[in-house]
């Protein structure tokens, strides 16, 4: 599960692919290619039921982080203050994940919302891949042997009211401060993209 707290064209490889451009990243002790990836996290929420289940999509640019103490700004100030340094879930820390931050603090979180999806997107040489893909609370099995590709903590808070005339008006917001992606499977990701023509990372 995820750490939770309330406080343009059809890739003839790849169904779930698009082209577009590409920048270099590299990952701790993790080599780059040379032609390296970029990742970014997709965001889908459903809210509603029956005939008026309404969706919504967002999607935020990913940067290496070395560590979650060089967090800064609003980031920083909601981990801090939901996930104190020596309560902080051990993937935050462990060797064996690389941390990432989105390019946006913060953003509006719809109303009712009865499911959220996650999907890790990849971009190599202009080409989208989603590699992968899951919902918050999903129970997916994680152990020494087997461990998850993917976490993301989530935080979710209400903005300073807003006075409009009479009325002081909040805004539901959700932050998703640290995303960790495990090491090998990024690694794997890699040389896959490099030398298998055939991969499809996950149909979506």
């Known amino acids: 599960m995820e750490t939770r707290s309330k406080r343009p064209l059809s890739n003839p490889r790849n169904a779930s692919s698009k082209r577009i451009h590409n920048e270099a990243s590299t990952c701790g002790d993790v080599k780059p290619l040379h032609d390296a990836i970029e990742l970014s996290l997709m965001i889908k929420w459903t809210s509603g039921t029956g005939t008026g ?53 913060c953003l509006s979180y719809p109303l009712d919302v009865t499911k959220t999806e996650f999907k890790l997107i990849a971009l190599y040489q202009g080409w989208e891949y989603v590699v992968v893909c899951h919902e918050l609370g999903q129970d997916l099995h994680d152990s020494e042997s087997s461990p998850r590709k993917l976490f993301v903590t ?30 090998a499977f990024l690694e794997d990701l890699r040389i896959q993209l490099r030398i298998n023509p055939d991969y499809k990372g996950i149909l979506s």
Not at 70 to 76: C, H, N, T
Not at 81 to 89: I, K, L
């Open 53 to 105: 289940v309404k969706t919504k999509v967002s999607r935020l640019s990913l940067k290496e982080l070395e560590n979650v103490n060089k967090l800064g700004g609003l980031a920083k100030g909601l981990m801090d203050r939901a996930f104190p340094e020596d309560t902080r879930p051990s993937y935050i820390t462990n060797d064996q994940y690389c941390r990432w931050t989105p390019d946006e603090s």
């Open 154 to 183: 989530v935080i979710e808070f209400e903005s300073v009211a807003v006075v409009l005339g009479n009325l002081g008006i909040r805004v539901s917001l959700v932050a998703y401060p640290v995303v960790c992606v495990q090491k």
